[in-house]
């Protein structure tokens, strides 16, 4: 069993950043992948950028260039700069494990305003 804590949302003007945090604790092994994924009201849930144990990356086409995902360990962070209005959304944490059982986190709100 996977726990995810994510942090660092809140209320930003475009154009601004902010920081998002997640750290997994309890049983699994190091060898995972995490990630970010989104939600806006309306919309399904999106895959925002994910890395792996190893550090390979993978990012959607809409946050490329102003997104960077990065982990220590156990704790992933999303540095989000250049925000614009579209990228207001709940952004949930996201577990895998290497036989593809999933968690997720609460899940942390970010608003931009124009």
């Known amino acids: 069993q996977v726990q995810l804590v994510e942090s660092g949302g809140g209320l930003v003007q475009a154009g601004e950043s902010l920081r998002l945090s997640c750290a997994a604790s309890?049983?699994?092994?190091?060898?995972?992948?995490m990630g970010w994924y989104r939600q806006a009201p309306g919309n399904q849930r999106e895959l925002v950028a994910t890395?792996?144990?190893?550090?390979s990356t993978n990012y959607a086409d809409f946050v490329k260039g102003r997104f960077t995902i990065s982990r220590d360990k156990n704790t992933v962070y999303l540095q989000m700069n250049s925000l614009k209005p579209e990228d207001t959304a709940v952004y949930y944490c996201?577990?895998?494990?290497?036989?593809?059982?999933?968690?997720w986190g609460q899940g942390t709100q970010v608003t931009v305003s124009s």
């Open positions: 996201n577990f895998r494990s290497p036989w593809g059982n999933v968690s």
């Open positions: 309890g049983s699994f092994l190091s060898i995972n992948t």
């Open positions: 890395i792996t144990s190893r550090g």
